[in-house]
């Protein structure tokens, strides 16, 4: 963390005119739906666009809880190996109660139960690790991913963990299904998207997550319970990959030692790309659905079109992620 | 084993002094593989423990070190733990990656060792007693002539490749030659990285870009599960069906009860490490030859013999 007093009122950016870190997500993110219409006539087309929001709902989902954490000045590497276990867990809890009570909703009740329970406890220990240990949070993260991912396997026999077949017809709506056309992933990917922002913006939480980002000490000085605020975010973010997970089961009805891959990383990518900093002290919320928006736009037009190799799918992604930093850079010098 | 080892010893000791030229005690046979990070891998592990305990029971003079790796460096540390530690006389390796464990296995092979190389070459030749492998070029002809003789009128179809590796270029090679000129129209390839959840992203991208498909090529049964659930989701009728590969438990499940979306698939066993191990074995309890190289040949797999390539227990 700098030692640099500048704590920056979330006001003083919230307002200004043509300000290129604020106006560049959004800006990227127009012209990718454009360059998407221009080369597809289907990109725009209702099933495209369902598909690819709900896709992103999972990392998104997950994003918004990281944002708190990196705007508390943390970090989790732990969220893609988490959801693989979790919903390993899940899986295994659905099919062991499956005899005693029968094919039907309560089931899945539970294994969601399961779900959110598991993920604030995971969170709670990285969170205890990291508050009460005063163990560096890459450090803690860095090894509990190696745990779940490990406890996924091991859960697995190295196979793959596939949910009781009937269970997977009764629980399939949960992805596949919705309200008014919009399917679940996407209004729960909203509703937390939503809350996430007003928390951030208009609640003491939020602004004690920057003020302990931008300052430890003077948060410190100022009251604030820095232990207990960052603590929280990390439970905030392992309830959020119980909530992911919710959402991700019912698609492919599995979970492998490949579920969740590298997903720590896209999440941290779209909270960045959305102008939240990476050292903490200022998070947008909104920015980072943009983040997660924009992410996931570019593999789908990559697949829509064949101009591109799709060996340098990964290099274009890097390309914005690191633009959207150069963009964040320029901002910090100058204020 | 205590027991075990003693009487073999004092038969050796007895069979020594009768004849002098029979000197071996334990052969000890290291076997080196990835970790079960993914679906194959996993079926692998399983074929391999399998074997191993069933070669330990039936030949008490033959003993295991089964290590399995993460990453390319921790094989290369596994190997020399066991060079190191349990001297070894025999090693199969499976190789994460060719070029990393070329040097090491070749040091193996120099302290005159039997090494046997599975599935994947090493990248210099001559360094290993046996190769076992499957056949990448012929999976991919395979199922292509599959495709040719299921669609004799021709048709579209998209293919799911696997991540970006020599063998992926193998098999789409060998497909590509055998659908050549059958009137078959590849309308689009991806990477759908043998992974369930990417190649669920790539096949609706697929339904969304081309208003009509014929039939799919998944290549990997992990990836027709993906490609299964997103057509499923569009509700699209025009998938006649989808052809996967390797072997899976559940997938030879659906070609036995005859599901018409899943109407074959084609074999490549991760149980070819048994029989590299197997063989290995062989070459110290019996006279018979057995070095050289063994390529297990991709089968198709169909209703009438799904039954031979069905392992329930198996995780894969």
């Known amino acids: 963390m700098s030692d640099t007093v500048s704590v920056k009122p979330a006001s003083n950016r919230a307002s200004p005119f043509l300000d290129l870190h604020i106006l560049g997500p959004i800006l990227a993110l127009i012209v990718l739906v454009v360059i998407g219409a221009l080369m597809n006539p289907n990109f725009l087309s209702y099933a495209n666009i369902t598909n690819v929001l709900a896709r992103s709902a999972f990392i998104g989902i997950i994003a918004v809880g990281m944002t708190f954490v990196i705007t508390a000045g943390g970090l989790d590497l732990s969220v893609g190996s988490m959801a693989a276990f979790i919903a390993g867990l899940m899986i295994l809890v659905m099919n062991a109660l499956l005899p005693a009570m029968g094919s039907g909703v309560g089931v899945i009740l539970v294994g969601m139960l399961t779900a959110l329970v598991a993920g604030l406890l995971a969170g709670g220990l990285n969170g205890f690790l990291i508050t009460h240990m005063r163990i560096e949070a890459f450090i803690v993260t860095l090894g509990s991913m190696g745990i779940y991912r490990s406890l996924v396997t091991w859960l697995a026999d190295g196979g793959t963990l596939s949910l009781d077949f009937g269970l997977r017809e009764i629980y399939g709506p949960v992805y596949y299904g919705g309200l008014f056309g919009i399917s679940w992933p996407i209004i729960i990917f909203a509703l937390v998207a939503i809350i996430g922002e007003v928390v951030m913006r208009h609640t003491a939480f939020g602004r004690h997550c920057a003020a302990i980002g931008s300052n430890e000490k003077v948060a410190r000085y100022s009251a604030v319970h820095v232990g207990r605020v960052r603590m929280a975010t990390y439970v905030l973010l392992g309830i959020l990959v119980g909530v992911a997970t919710i959402m991700y089961v019912p698609r492919l009805g599995s979970a492998s030692s490949a579920t969740g891959v590298l997903w720590e990383l896209e999440a941290i990518a779209a909270v960045i790309i959305g102008g939240t900093v990476l050292k903490g002290g200022f998070g947008r919320v909104w920015g980072t659905v943009i983040g997660v928006l924009i992410l996931s736009l570019i593999g789908n037009i990559l697949n829509l079109t064949d101009m591109v190799s799709p060996y340098l799918n990964g290099a274009i992604q890097g390309v914005i992620i690191v633009l959207a930093v150069v963009l964040q850079r320029d901002k910090k010098a100058e204020g | ?316």
């Open chain 2, 1 to 316: 084993m205590e027991l075990k080892t003693l009487t073999g010893a004092l038969g050796v000791a007895v069979a020594m002094a009768a004849t002098p030229t029979f000197a071996q005690d334990t052969t000890v046979i290291g076997v080196s593989i990835p970790a079960a990070t993914h679906g194959w891998a996993g079926g692998m592990n399983f074929h391999a423990q399998e074997a191993v305990d069933r070669l330990e029971e039936t030949y008490p003079e033959l003993d295991f070190v089964l290590a399995t790796a993460s990453d390319p460096a921790k094989q290369v540390n596994d190997i020399e733990d066991m060079v190191a530690a349990r001297g070894i006389d025999a090693l199969v390796v499976l190789p994460f990656e060719s070029e990393p464990l070329t040097g090491p296995v070749k040091n193996v092979a120099d302290n005159g060792a039997w090494v046997t190389v599975v599935d994947r070459g090493l990248s210099e030749e001559g360094i290993e007693d046996l190769y076992v492998a499957g056949d990448n070029p012929g999976f991919g002809r395979v199922s292509g002539e599959y495709f040719a003789d299921k669609m004799p009128d021709g048709g579209k179809i998209v293919v799911l490749r696997g991540i970006p590796t020599t063998i992926d270029n193998e098999r789409v090679e060998g497909f590509q030659s055998a659908i050549d000129g059958s009137g078959i129209e590849v309308l689009g390839m991806e990477h759908g990285n043998w992974n369930r959840d990417d190649s669920f992203t790539v096949m609706q991208d697929f339904l969304s870009k081309y208003p009509e498909i014929d039939a799919v090529w998944a290549s990997d049964d992990d990836m027709a599960v993906g490609a299964l659930a997103a057509i499923e989701q569009a509700g699209r009728e025009d998938v006649q069906f989808v052809l996967g590969g390797a072997g899976m438990k559940e997938m030879i499940k659906r070609v036995m009860d005859g599901d018409e979306m899943i109407p074959a698939d084609v074999t490549y066993p991760p149980s070819m490490i048994a029989t590299a191990i197997e063989l290995t074995a062989l070459n110290f309890v019996s006279n018979a030859p057995v070095s050289g190289e063994f390529v297990i040949g991709s089968v198709l797999i169909t209703p009438e013999n799904a039954e031979n390539f069905y392992y329930p227990d198996s995780p894969f």
